[in-house]
Nanobody
Framework: QVQLVESGGGLVQAGGSLRLSCAAS????????IGWYRQAPGKQRELVAG??YYANSVKGRFTISRDNAKNAVYLQMNSLKPEDTAVYYC???????????WGQGTQVTVSS
């Protein structure tokens, strides 16, 4: 069973940056099929970054990267905006198979 653990969130002012990390353990899997999602209060969870996909709202500001040696996926978030405030999760990309159990996510709060 794959376990996903997200970290790196926090409180940041608008315009600031954060780097999120997703560590995976358990069964063998491909980190190339892992992306980043987020869920803001009262909203549905949405995919923000995949292999080459970026949501329009984050294009040019967020960058996904992977470290195969560490079985880790990262999300560099620059020029953060208050509307980026959400809990961020990593998990399989759509079409890559069923979702793994969702981790607890990491809270990102951007103040104006």
């Amino acid at each position: 069973q794959v376990q996903l653990v997200e970290s790196g969130g926090g409180l940041v002012q608008a315009g600031g940056s954060l780097r999120l990390s997703c560590a995976a353990s358990g069964s063998t899997f491909s980190i190339n099929a892992i992306g980043w999602y987020r869920q803001a209060p009262g909203k549905q969870r949405e995919l923000v970054a995949g292999s080459t996909y970026y949501a329009n709202s984050v294009k040019g500001r967020f960058t996904i990267s992977r470290d195969n040696a560490k079985n880790a996926v990262y999300l560099q978030m620059n020029s953060l905006k208050p509307e980026d405030t959400a809990v961020y999760y990593c998990n399989r990309l759509p079409g890559s198979g069923p979702f793994y159990p969702w981790g607890q996510g990491t809270q990102v709060t951007v103040s104006s």
